[in-house]
Every structure is written in C-alpha cells, then in structure tokens.
C-alpha cells in the first residue's frame, strides 16, 4: 500500500500541483503503529481539483490505475483501491486543522498525514454517521477508544 500512496501522491502533486491529505484507517495505521487491516487508501483534496473527475481520471488511467465508478471518485491498482474525496466537505463536517497535519515526503512524492487529534475529530463524525452500517460503527468507536488512549499519553 505505501508504494501505491506514494504514486497516487506523485501523480497529484506533479499533475495536479496538490498534495493530498491521507485519512481514514490507513492513516490510523501510520499514527498509531497499530494495523487496523486497511484495504484501500483515503485521500482529500481541493474541491477546485476534485471537480476535474475528467482530467483526473485521464491522468491516473495514463498511469495504470483502473476507474472504478462510484459516488466517490475511486481507481484501483494493484487491488488496491484509492478513494479521493473532497477536502472541504470533511473539514466542514469534522472541525479538523489543516494546521496540524504532518507533511511526509518520500522519494518524489509528498502529503499530509491526518493528526491522531484530527483522527479523533474524524472518527467521532464517523460515529455519529447516520448512514454509516453498525458493523463499521463498532470498528470506528474501537479506533476512537486507540486514539483517545494514544492521545492521553
């Protein structure tokens, strides 16, 4: 999963002059070093960008990822699966501070790693989501209880 993080970022910092934010269980993974069995990779960027669904799908198909049609706008590589979302939405819905995140740069490639403060903001959305199933509930208050643990420290 890291080699595709890191080409997803490349792709849309170099084509797209953004670098995205990682979110969701993976980015619980790399903050809290504990393995939450991610199964694809999270990531938010600028509506202005996102709007571009054309463009952005041209781009990662050039690069051999797959268009996978979806409400959100999701490619697969690999069998994995990346699911770019729109970064303002969840700022609005979740409180979470741009100004807290950590900028990780690996070989060409950088982004953002949610903060395991922002996880918290993230996950407890997550958990009062009303469409959201009861089994991803229960997994979502177990990774709030990890955050509020790791936070404590």
């Known amino acids: 999963m890291k080699n595709i993080l890191i080409e997803v970022s490349e792709i849309l910092n170099k084509n797209f002059n953004t670098i995205p934010l990682l979110y969701g269980s993976y980015a619980l993974q790399k903050v809290l070093f504990k393995d939450y069995q991610a199964r694809d990779i ?13 463009e952005l799908t ?10 996978i049609n979806q409400e959100v706008l999701t490619f697969e590589k690999n069998g994995i699966e990346i699911e770019i979302s729109n970064l303002e939405k ?25 903060s ?3 996880l918290e903001k993230l996950y407890q959305f997550l958990l009062n989501d ?9 997994k979502d208050q177990e990774k709030l209880n990890d955050l509020k643990v790791f936070l404590e420290r």
């Open 116 to 118: 395991a403060k922002n």
């Open 58 to 67: 041209k781009v990662f198909v050039m690069k051999g990822f797959t268009y």
């Open 42 to 54: 999270d990531l938010l960027i600028e509506q202005d960008i996102l709007k571009n669904r054309v």
């Open 90 to 114: 969840w700022i609005d819905n979740t409180g979470i501070d741009l100004n807290e995140n950590t900028l990780i740069q690996e070989n060409e490639s950088k982004y953002y790693l949610l």
């Open 130 to 138: 009303k469409r959201r199933s009861k089994e991803k509930k229960l």
